[in-house]
């Protein structure tokens, strides 16, 4: 695993054995390195602002809600790189993790150099004043977080976001199997965390902002149907949002 801040993200094999483990601790640590000094020299650019932005603001939220949200993803990620058999599941791991490992250590520097906490103090995605950017039928934010969940890990209240028993159970499984949980638990992870990346690129205040979260969006849609066709191919139908 690699530590930065209060923030554990984890690290994992790639293809190849333990030539391919060390490209991919290569690019990883490239990833956060670069990512969280894009972050920090960004912010300091930014929209021309003299003060950083307010604790409460859509940027502040963002960064700190689609850092937890990506983060998981990570974790995912990697239990795939060992579990899964199908090369097209593990390049698509592969790409989620260097692609959002660099995007949470720019997140993770704009929070640092703006004095902000890592992760939101209190609920979630409070920073958003409804579910609107996205086409995915969900709750209302306020719903979403009063909702009971499996998971007392970070951001389990944020839609698409899997709990600790459906991460163990993704852990034990292995071969085709996983290939399709994973798929399906990643295609659900998306799909709750467009609707941020999409109300970000709307509505927040610095241009590095929107800018990042633009990419998401187009990045994850992209994704998503990668996911959708690989799951039709497999018979398989996407998992209900929770």
């Known amino acids: 695993m690699t530590e930065v801040g209060d923030s554990v993200v984890p690290v994992a094999p790639a293809p190849g054995g333990p030539a391919g483990l060390g490209r991919l601790l290569a690019v990883a640590v490239f990833a956060l390195v670069v990512g969280l000094y894009l972050g920090i ?3 300091g650019l930014g929209s021309g602002h003299s003060e950083p932005p307010a604790q409460d603001s859509v940027d502040v939220g963002f960064a700190q809600d689609m850092s937890v949200h990506h983060s998981q993803a990570v974790e995912m ?3 795939a790189l060992t579990n899964a058999t199908d090369p097209a599941v593990r390049t698509l791991a592969y790409d989620v993790i260097t ?3 660099s995007q949470w250590g720019t997140m993770q520097g704009w929070l640092a150099m703006w004095d902000r906490p890592l992760q939101t103090p209190g609920t979630p995605m409070t920073w958003m004043d409804g579910t609107e950017g ?3 039928t969900m709750p209302t934010m306020a719903e979403h977080a009063a909702s009971p969940t499996a998971s007392g890990t970070p951001g389990s209240s944020m839609p698409g976001m899997a709990t600790t028993s459906e991460l163990d159970t993704l852990r034990r499984t292995t071969g085709p199997v996983f290939d399709t949980r994973y798929l399906q638990l990643l295609l659900r992870h998306h799909q709750g965390g467009l609707p941020m990346a999409r109300y970000a690129a709307a509505n927040a205040s610095e241009h590095v902002v929107t800018t990042l979260a633009q990419q998401i969006t187009d990045t994850q849609e992209a994704e998503s149907t990668t996911m959708q066709q690989l799951l039709t191919a497999r ?4 998992l209900p949002m929770k």
């Open 134 to 136: 996205g086409p995915e």
């Open 41 to 43: 020299s960004a912010s």
């Open 77 to 79: 990620s990697a239990i």
């Open 99 to 101: 692609t959002q490992q």
């Open 235 to 238: 018979g398989a139908a996407p």
